[in-house]
């Protein structure tokens, strides 16, 4: 990932950070006491604690690392106050034209990224459609299961 600018909101930014942090002043304690007293119990080579222990220490260390690469490359995107046109940070409202169901998606970068929070991101199929959209505007997506058409019906 190294080098790739990554896209975050200010909140995708200190969720991140957050994150960073827990991982480098309390898991890794936590992992340190497990690998000493896995270590206590004698003989390392066949002691499964002690494996378990250096996994998460390994997982621990790499997430830290990519953690550290995307905050070097982050590009905060600013909440702006012109919601005529879809753009990163936008929230959108859409209607889905066939069945009439509307969903609101906020669009972020993919670091951020939460289908299930209704954040999508800007390389998705939905939010690249109505990325530099107006308000009222239809957009055509393009999906596994077939063609879906939305109306923007608000963007904030």
């Known amino acids: 990932m190294s080098g790739k600018e990554v896209i975050l909101t200010v909140a995708g930014l200190q969720k991140l950070e957050e994150e960073l942090e827990l991982l480098k002043t309390q ?23 002690y494996e378990d222990a250096k996994n998460e220490q390994a997982f621990i260390e790499g997430r830290i690392i990519m953690l550290e690469d995307m905050l070097r490359n982050a590009k905060v995107i600013d909440d702006n106050d012109d919601s005529d ?24 970068g993919s670091a951020e990224a939460d289908p299930m929070s209704n954040k999508i991101s800007n390389e998705s199929p939905v939010g690249k459609a109505v990325l530099g959209q107006s308000k009222g505007g239809a957009v055509e997506v393009m999906t596994p299961g077939g063609a879906l058409s939305y109306q923007i019906v608000d963007i904030s």
């Not at 898991?27 to 604690?49: H, M, P, T, Y």
């Open 27 to 49: 898991r890794r304690k936590e992992v340190a006491g497990r690998l000493k007293q896995a270590i206590e119990f004698g003989d390392i080579s066949e002691n499964s604690e």
């Open 85 to 108: 046109v879809v753009t990163l940070g936008s929230t959108v409202l859409l209607r889905d034209m066939e069945n009439s169901v509307e969903e609101t998606y906020m669009i972020v």
